[in-house]
């Protein structure tokens, strides 16, 4: 099974910056992409940014430019570096990681607890 921990979340002024962290810890045998949503309130669930085990990485319009995705396989860990922050940025963020218990056998999506972000104009 895998495990989320994330961390970084918190109050930022427009225009400022934000990283946050995902750690994955359990017992799997890889983990395959990684990546963030977002849920903000009375609105979708939207994939913010995903990347995958060789670094392929995936965007949402809304955050081309701004954020950037990175991970560190040797440590499980993806980060969201995000700046530029506007205030509809606001909205929980949430980690998951596609992880396998062996060769081509595939856990279920697992999600971190989220962490709030907040943008003040």
């Known amino acids: 099974q895998v495990q989320l921990v994330e961390s970084g979340g918190g109050l930022v002024q427009a225009g400022g910056s934000l990283r946050l962290s995902c750690a994955a810890s359990g017992r799997f045998f890889s983990i395959n992409a990684m990546g963030w949503y977002r849920q903000a309130p009375e609105k979708q669930r939207e994939l913010v940014a995903s990347i995958g085990s060789g670094g392929s990485t995936n965007y949402a319009d809304s955050v081309k430019g701004r954020f950037t995705i990175s991970r560190d396989n040797a440590k499980n860990t993806v980060f969201l570096q995000m700046n530029s922050l506007k205030p509809e940025d606001t909205a929980v963020y949430l980690c998951?990681?596609?992880?396998?218990?062996?060769?081509?056998?595939?856990?279920?999506?697992?999600w971190g607890q989220g962490t709030q972000v907040t943008v003040s104009s």
């Open positions: 998951y990681a596609d992880g396998n218990t062996a060769p081509y056998v595939h856990l279920p999506r697992t």
